[in-house]
């Protein structure tokens, strides 16, 4: 009995045991805090791959930008050198290349369009687009007009148009000087991205010189041969007819029309000249307002029609006057034109 007492009175006592209750909250706030980390590392890591992928994003962006841009100007160069001085290039040869300008300003509006902008990009891709838009428009126009601004019957006019679409370029000079380089730079600097900026970019050199007609036409005029070149053989177009949703217009008549949407007249123009006419130009003038389209090309003593919708849609009684514009040669435009008076019901 006594031997049992002090054995025991020799033993260390036993801590206490911790309730199993807390053992399990210790567990659980061990793992939660564990599981925590794990998420912040995880968050941490998507947010540097999203910012890495981004930043990569805008400066591919600003290095396609930067391309196109770069391919412009050389672009720009080479039609306005040639302007200032074709040298000994022929009227063919001058319109050829003016047509390879037309083409690739093409080329860079569609490369423009196709751009994978960045979410922040969405406003300096608007306001590219324009841009782009604007250049390619203005020198379809030019190139177009080109031939019978060389030749002599109709150059005052082709000229004329040709100083209008250098206004438009001059306009989306400003407009990319003003807000696309201004946007995507400031875009890139928000985003800490450094040495990336895209290049200025003024596709209309000599600040006003080529808004000037006399201008334009003093520099067409040294083009080799332009007059004798564009007008060499017989050239001449007729007026065959116009009608408006099939009925025929009868000049020096009135003629009922019933339409239910935007009436469109369609003109038949023959090439009574020897060689095929490029650019051909008819218009309709009515209550002051004058619509344009353009045949692209009438083979010689071929007929082609052009169509041109009426808007805004004249009511009631109207005159039109339908002209096909002479081309480069003509000597004899009398038979371009002609008046129809039209009720619209």
């Not at 992928?53 to 100007?73: C, F, H, N, P």
């Not at 080479?78 to 302007?83: D, G, I, N, T, V």
């Not at 050199?205 to 083009?223: F, H, N, Q, R, Y």
Request: proline share 5%.
């Amino acid at each position: 009995m006594e031997d049992s007492l002090a054995s025991r009175q020799g033993r260390r006592p036993r801590p206490p045991r911790r309730p199993e209750r807390q053992q399990i909250l210790l567990r659980r706030g061990l793992a939660l805090g564990a599981g925590l980390l794990i998420l912040i590392l995880i968050v941490l890591g998507v947010r540097g791959c999203l910012d890495a992928r981004k930043d990569r994003a805008l400066k591919d962006y600003a290095g396609e930008v930067t391309q196109i841009v770069d391919e412009t100007d050389q672009t720009s160069q080479s039609f306005f050198a040639k302007l200032s001085d074709p040298g000994s290039l022929s009227v063919t040869e001058f319109i050829a290349e003016v047509s390879a300008d037309r083409s690739a300003l093409d080329n860079y509006a569609a490369r423009i369009d196709d751009l994978d902008a960045p979410g922040d990009m969405s406003e300096a891709q608007t306001a590219l687009e324009l841009t782009y838009d604007l250049r390619a428009g203005a020198m379809a126009e030019i190139a177009e007009k080109m031939r019978t601004a060389l030749g002599e019957v109709g150059s005052e006019k082709a000229t004329a148009a040709i100083s209008r679409q250098m206004l438009k370029l001059t306009a989306s000079d400003v407009l990319y000087s003003s807000v696309v380089r201004p946007e995507i730079d400031a875009v890139l600097a928000d985003n800490g991205i450094e040495g990336e900026d895209v290049p200025e970019s003024a596709f209309v050199p000599d600040g006003t010189k080529w808004l000037d007609e006399e201008e334009i036409s003093s520099a067409l005029g040294s083009v080799s041969g332009a007059a004798a070149e564009a007008t060499s053989g017989i050239h001449g177009l007729e007026l065959i007819g116009a009608s408006i949703s099939g009925t025929e217009l009868v000049p020096e008549s009135t003629t009922p029309v019933s339409v239910e949407e935007t009436p469109e007249v369609e003109v038949q123009v023959q090439n009574q000249g020897e060689s095929t006419e490029n650019g051909v130009t008819v218009s309709v003038t009515v209550g002051g307002n004058t619509l344009q389209e353009e045949i692209s090309t009438v083979a010689s003593l071929e007929t082609a029609t052009a169509v041109i919708a009426l808007t805004p849609a004249p009511e009631g009684e109207a005159t039109l006057e339908v002209e096909a514009e002479p081309v480069p040669g003509e000597k004899v435009p009398d038979n371009n034109v002609e008046t129809y008076t039209v009720v619209f019901e």
